[in-house]
């Protein structure tokens, strides 16, 4: 059996932290670790990770230490991974039904040769989190698709940790886009073999590093188009309004 592994990046996550945590431990697939990689909360995120310990029976792993934001969170977390999958799952997000990780395991073992799968994702209020306010698709990919800035949902990706291996982790020069340049690099770069699955993997509430305000997006599109250019893709400033007036 495929074992994945889980990255789970935290900082001050006390709160989204436990429907999280829940979410895994409910999954019909058992052959998996959970990476937590917390930043030094200063809240009781670590506290209640150390108390669902006994519940993952050695699946959950706890590291504590500072280190320089998210991706280079996400990049440690994988450098602790055994997994032979390696998927990211967001503090403040939770898998939106029990088989993901099951179906995961099938589409990789069904075929040898797949370097990575993604789903859909959906988004709900932290308010009321059976309600949802945006559904994300990521049938629509193409790697053509890159240069409007467009990628698959990157909380239902998941790729062999080969891949991380050969073609490296998070570019840390990419702030707050880190996972955007990262699959520009996989399919414009090194052309993986990837699938889509018509699956709803992952809820994300609102109001996270990636649904942030007006001047968050400006940066993000700045890296959007960074990453463009430092793969040799030609993009534009007017290319960022299709991908806003398609998101709606």
Known sequence: MLKISIITATYNSGKPIRDTLESVLNQSYKNYELIIKDGGSNDNTVEICREYENLFEGRLKVISEPDKGIYDAMNRGIDNASGDIVGILNSDDFYTSDDILDRIAKEFSADKDLDAIYGDIHFVSPDNLTKC?????????????????????????????????????????FRTSSDFEWIVR?????????????????TMRTGGESTAGIEAKRKVNNDIVASLKKHGIFTCGAFKYIRYAWKG
């Open 133 to 173: 306010t945006r559904y994300y698709s990521s049938s629509y990919f193409r790697p053509s698709l890159l240069r409007f800035g467009f990628m698959p949902a990157h909380p239902s990706f998941y790729v062999r940790k080969e891949v991380y291996d050969k073609y490296g982790l998070y570019d840390l020069q």
């Open 186 to 202: 996989l399919f414009a770069k090194y052309h993986i073999r990837a699938k889509y699955i018509k699956k709803d993997f992952v």
